[in-house]
């Protein structure tokens, strides 16, 4: 069986990835299940960049298939802040509660009518023979005033989804990777995933 790696050693990440294309027939590894690939910095300034330098450098140190992708939180209020520095927006060891913390003091007063913000992810593929592709998807909603829910990670219990009653954080993983931006990247990307791995170019 044909493998596709995930460029990725966040395992709440890689836990939703494996959800969402785990039908797939390929075998479906992650960057703990190989050696070789050192600590990929996201340093671009942009998630397409970060996206792009996950997957390859994946596919280049172990020549297998991958998909790397990065996900932002962008906010209205704050001109699409925290973006790509989403998973670092406290600082470069910051936690998660860390980043939202920091997301909600400087949301502090703000109205909802003016908290609207939407997650992003861009997710890329590349492979051999120059093979490289790159979708997006994304989910709009809003920034509460305090947390709700215990599932999830990042900024879920935060974030309510447009047309929703429950943060991503109190929903299950499978109501969630029905509607969730990173559900609709990798529904974008399935398309591309099922030619490659069938030969079809």
Same mark, same amino acid.
Not at 5 to 24: F, P, Q, W, Y
Not at 75 to 100: E, F, K, T
Not at 115 to 128: D, E, L, Q, S, W
């Given at each position: ?10 395992? =709440? ?9 785990? +039908? ?8 703990? =299940? ?8 996201? =340093?671009? =300034? ?51 509660? +860390? ?10 007063? &703000? ?44 900024? +879920? ?34 398309? &591309? ?9």
């Amino acid at each position: 069986m044909s493998s596709l790696l995930i460029g990725t050693r966040n395992r =709440d990440k890689a836990h939703e990835l494996v959800a969402l294309l785990g +039908d797939l027939p390929v075998s479906i590894r992650t960057l703990h =299940d190989v050696e070789g690939v050192p600590e990929i910095v996201e =340093d671009a =300034d942009t998630l397409e960049g970060n996206a792009i330098k996950k997957a390859t450098v994946a596919f280049e140190r172990t020549g297998l298939p991958s998909v790397g992708d990065d996900t932002g939180l962008e906010v209205g209020y704050l001109q699409g802040a925290p973006g790509v520095y989403s998973s670092r927006y406290a600082g470069p060891d910051a936690s998660y509660a +860390d980043n939202m913390r920091k997301l909600l003091r400087a949301l502090k007063g &703000v109205p909802q009518r003016r908290r609207n913000a939407r997650f992003r992810c861009v997710m890329a593929f590349v492979a051999g023979g120059g093979v490289r592709e790159v979708v997006e998807g994304s989910c709009p909603g809003i920034i509460l005033e305090a947390p709700r829910g215990s599932g999830g990670f990042g900024y +879920d219990p935060v974030f309510l989804p447009d047309g929703h009653l429950q943060t991503f954080a109190e929903m299950d993983l499978v109501t969630k990777n029905g509607l969730s931006h990173r559900a609709r990247a990798a529904l974008a990307m399935r398309p &591309v995933l099922v030619r490659y791995f069938s030969g079809v170019r």
